[in-house]
């Protein structure tokens, strides 16, 4: 049978607790992969693509392209 993968909400707290939204399907010791979305309103943003906009407008010229041409 191949592998099946199912995706379940979860918290985990700060000592590695983990607590499921309900109860999981399955009766046997199963593998799992913790993926943490992290929500920290201090976060820094992402300036590249914060300026990705101000910055196409430029990128997107005739001059931009023919300097690169070469390469």
């Known amino acids: 049978m191949p592998n099946m993968l199912k995706a379940i909400e979860a918290t985990i707290d700060p000592d590695g607790h983990v607590r499921t939204a309900g109860p999981l399907p399955i009766n046997r ?38 300097a690169w041409a070469t390469l």
Do not use: C, G
């Open 29 to 66: 010791p199963t593998k799992v992969i913790l993926t943490l979305v992290i929500d920290d309103d201090a976060a820094e943003p992402d300036l590249a693509l914060a300026s990705e906009r101000a910055l196409a407008t430029d990128w997107n010229r005739e001059e931009e392209d023919e």
